[in-house]
């Protein structure tokens, strides 16, 4: 009997490997960016560890979706791997934070709408996640 695919979960996993490919691409070019700037300015390092900072944030919270969008799609007919996908669905809702938290500690303005948007996809994921746990209990 062929298992039932859980649809939340393969959607959002979808959507977070279009999201963390597209992020990777950006958040390599902020790193290198950041590079450039150090070099063509000979600014201190210390001056630019906040904008380092956060590009090399930028860049693994990427890799932590693609790596969670790729999980999600290939277990989502597979409740007894769910506890991997939770665990990454928390670390990418995690770096969702962290990069809000990040902008406000380097004098951006906080937004809880950005907060809220920036949360929405891993929270879906999650729930996804979550559905495929208590599938595997029920089972």
Do not use: D, H, W
Request: net charge positive.
């Amino acid at each position: 009997m062929e298992r039932k695919s859980n649809g939340l979960l393969k959607v959002t996993g979808i959507l977070m490997i279009i999201g963390g490919g597209i992020s990777i691409i950006l958040g390599i070019i902020a790193v290198l960016g950041v590079g450039l700037i150090v070099a063509a300015l000979g600014a201190e390092e210390a001056a630019l560890g906040l904008l380092t900072f956060a590009a090399i944030l930028a860049l693994l919270g990427a890799i932590v979706s693609l790596v969670a969008g790729i999980l999600g799609v290939a277990n989502a007919a597979k409740p007894e791997k769910a506890t991997v996908c939770i665990v990454f669905g928390i670390l990418a809702a995690v770096f969702s934070v962290l990069g809000n938290v990040l902008t406000a500690a380097g004098g951006g303005s906080f937004s809880a709408v950005n907060l809220i948007l920036g949360l929405v996809l891993p929270v879906l994921y999650l729930i996804g996640a979550f559905q495929n746990k208590k599938r595997m209990v029920e089972a």
